[in-house]
């Protein structure tokens, strides 16, 4: 006789929660998490003067967008993988009673035909409710994350960040804003890319989401089985793809000219630069490169072969089928605009988003910010 089949087979399993914890009386936490085409990541943080403290995170690939680019829409392994991913958030989240919370989601979910769909499962399966974000609000809270990165001298700045789904670029005019308030001015984007305050603003010039990510532009050319030809390809595909973005059509002196990059790309650019035996977020976060500093790095990259990438302990088997693409779109853009101060950023849309609720509540001690 064949065994009876269990009613909740074909489940996915619910992890056993902790008790909350007893925490003292403290401001309230917050929490911003960002699902992206690759990774789901969290933060939890407590504002704590003009800037906040992180009290708990969250960092898991998901690989949401397997598939995505040949099929349309997001598999039942990558939706698997990922719900299991967000009970963790929610456990979190009860654990600290975290009550102001941002919840996100980004390219792969705009672009998969059953992404709405999927957002329904998840608040039905986790309780979480996600919001998917349009591509200009993920580049204007990616620049407020990168604010304190931008030195008092920058005249003319762009912001990177290099998703897994895609690649949003923010060039930025600071010339009639005072240097002490260029900061300042680019926290108060959160508002919007057009601030109706009054104040001295950062213009931005143009801003541009390429649907061009790590994973993404790694799809594309799957195919081609030569590393050094496929790396190529990528850099100049990506390259096309810039030319509606306004600044791409003029020469950039490098004098005032800052680009602060953030993505796991970048960073792990850096820390191959510092031969860091070990990620140490303390050494890279603000770290500056110049472009010929980055492209020895990529140079490095490409001599090591997948299976010396695959060994690095800087890039390790998680990032070793991404990198290439990622570098591919870094070289592209230190192409288009060589810079003596590449300004690495790990940090990006989950700060830009604590930032924002913060400052909308009023808790950050220097209200500007």
Partial sequence: MAPKRPESAGAIPKPVESPAL????????YAALDLGT???RMLIARPEGTQFKVVDSFSKSVQLGAGLERSGKLSRASIYRTIQALRVCRQKLKRHRVTQMRLVATEACRRASNGADFMARVERETGLRLDIIKP???ARLAV??????????TEQLLVVDIGGGSTELVWIDLRDVPQPERRRAIMRMHLGFQCPDGRPGARVVDWISVPL??????DQFRDV??????FALMSWFFEENLAEFAPYKDEQAREGFQIVGTSGTVTTVAASHLGLKRYDRNKVDGLTMTSDEIDTVIRSYLALGPVGRRRDPRIGQDRQALIMS??????ALLRCWPTDRLSVADRGLREGMLYAQMAA??????GDA
């Fill in 22 to 29: 007893s925490l003292p009386d403290q401001p309230s936490l």
């Fill in 38 to 40: 690759n990774s789901c």
């Fill in 136 to 138: 200009e609000e993920e």
């Fill in 144 to 153: 407020v994350s990168c604010a304190p990165l931008v030195s008092a001298g």
């Fill in 213 to 218: 990510g790590v994973a993404t532009l790694r």
């Fill in 225 to 230: 089985e030569d590393d050094s030809a496929r």
């Fill in 326 to 331: 990622g570098a591919a779109i870094l070289q």
């Fill in 361 to 366: 509540d009023g808790v950050l001690m220097d």
